[in-house]
């Protein structure tokens, strides 16, 4: 839903506390960076002040254009899907757009890796198998993550894994359509981007295969200093204790 520009205050000055639209007030700020700020905040039922609040996570971007709202389109696209973030309502403002969406309160898998470190091979099968589904759903739909990482990988109150932030995505990428733009993050980067060549779903392959190697091993497997050329130049190292179960998904 899209509200009047009346509705909502802007994105300067202290976030916390604000109301939006009589609806949701501000908590604190999860995380911010160069797409902007993901803010926690409360949901006002309609019952009044002493009925349940839901906890939602608002992330808000500044607005340029209508590239803007990729994010909103593959958000709608996503909803219903079991391993993706959920859209639950969007409104904008003249200068900012503001998705509302489930919090999860698992946080997000780098957070959850450096606190319990590396995975045994059976649970990073388990988490790998709900985000290739959340990958393979997306490239149904000829959508390319092309940012796919522990950070963006979110975790529920029960373990599962939902995979987020669709500000780099890329739609349209059908029937032998490629992409050229260099995004996405060092250390997860396929090789085709480092090389500034054209590519497709498989860029996104690359940084699960990434992912699963971090959820075993608690480490990137080429040094991020290094990373452009070394991803380039050398074969990968398989670690002594890789099952060939293992060896043989990183292979893919």
């Known amino acids: 839903e899209t509200y009047g520009d009346g509705c909502v205050a802007g994105i300067e000055g202290e976030e916390c506390g604000k109301k939006w639209c009589g609806q949701y007030e501000a908590i604190k700020v999860l995380g911010s960076g160069g797409f902007g700020k993901v803010l926690l905040a409360k949901r006002k039922s309609a019952g009044g002040p002493g009925c349940n609040q839901e906890v939602v996570a608002i992330k808000v971007v500044a607005k340029e254009d209508d590239r803007d709202l990729v994010e909103k ?3 709608m696209r996503a909803v219903g899907h079991p391993f993706l973030v959920q859209l639950l309502s969007f409104f904008r403002t003249k200068r900012s757009l503001y998705y509302v ?5 698992g946080g997000d898998m780098f957070c959850f890796l450096t606190r319990c470190g590396p995975f045994p ?10 985000i290739t589904l959340a ?6 739909y000829g959508i390319v993550h092309r940012d796919i990482k522990l950070e963006n990988i979110l975790l529920d109150r029960d373990g599962h ?3 987020a932030d669709f500000g780099l995505s890329q739609r349209g990428i059908f029937n032998g359509i490629k992409a050229r733009t260099a995004v996405g993050t060092i250390g997860y980067m396929a090789p085709e981007i480092i090389q500034r060549l054209s590519y497709g779903p498989e860029v996104d392959w690359w940084s699960v295969g990434v992912v699963t190697y971090l959820l075993m091993m608690g480490h990137l ?5 290094t990373f452009c050329y070394d991803v380039l130049h050398y074969p990968m190292r398989y670690p002594w204790g890789l099952s060939c179960n293992a060896k043989s998904i990183l292979q893919m």
């Open 73 to 75: 389109e593959v958000l």
């Open 101 to 105: 969406m489930e919090y999860l309160e």
């Open 121 to 130: 091979e059976e649970a990073a099968r388990f988490c790998i198998a709900e």
């Open 135 to 140: 990958v393979e759903f997306l490239h149904k």
């Open 161 to 163: 894994c939902k995979l």
């Open 221 to 225: 497997p080429f040094d991020q200093e």
